[in-house]
């Protein structure tokens, strides 16, 4: 804990407004909150999370933030670059929790929400079950986005090469 002096006061004077751990809401520094941070995205991993470090995983990749969790889940939160790329998966998200339902019946957003309503976060694992979907499936929601599955397959190996 570090106390600045400022100019024009004295120390006996910082000293009689040092009242605790109260001087930080007194000061209304921050809004009386010793640290803080802007609430960018929202999205419920499943887990408590142990580690989060901003790294390249390959060197002259693409930066990440890369997570780990309390039952041994690594994880990352990839930044997508264009406005497209965000949109594209998003309506993809959206498609997939409409044709492909989990197998235990629970909402796949409702999941995501758990604490906090899901923002600005594309669930990548979630997107790339569409490989896996059956074809007739796959060409349904391909057409719902105006492309071909295999360009659907093809975007999605991009995003995962781009880190990896």
């Known amino acids: 804990y570090q106390r600045r002096v400022h100019g024009g006061s004295t120390v006996a004077d910082d000293i009689e407004l040092d009242t605790g751990k109260n001087w930080i809401?007194?000061?209304?520094?921050?809004?009386?909150?010793?640290?803080?941070?802007?609430e960018i995205v929202q999205f419920h991993v499943g887990d408590m999370v142990t580690s989060l470090t901003k790294t390249e995983l390959t060197p002259g990749g693409q930066e990440v933030l890369l997570y780990t969790t309390f039952m041994g889940t690594i994880g990352c939160l990839i930044p997508m670059?264009?406005?497209?790329?965000a949109d594209f998966f998003a309506l993809l998200e959206m498609h997939m929790r409409q044709e492909h339902p989990p197998i235990c019946g629970r909402d796949h957003l409702a999941y995501r929400s758990y604490y906090f309503p899901c923002k600005d976060v594309t669930d990548g694992d979630f997107c790339e079950r569409f490989n896996s979907l059956p074809y007739a499936k796959q060409k349904s929601i391909a057409e719902e986005l105006d492309r071909q599955p295999e360009d659907v397959c093809k975007r999605l190996e991009d995003m995962r090469n781009k880190v990896l």
Do not use: C, I, V, Y
């Open 25 to 38: 809401w007194e000061r209304g520094f921050l809004n009386g909150a010793p640290t803080k941070a802007e």
């Open 81 to 85: 670059q264009t406005r497209d790329d």
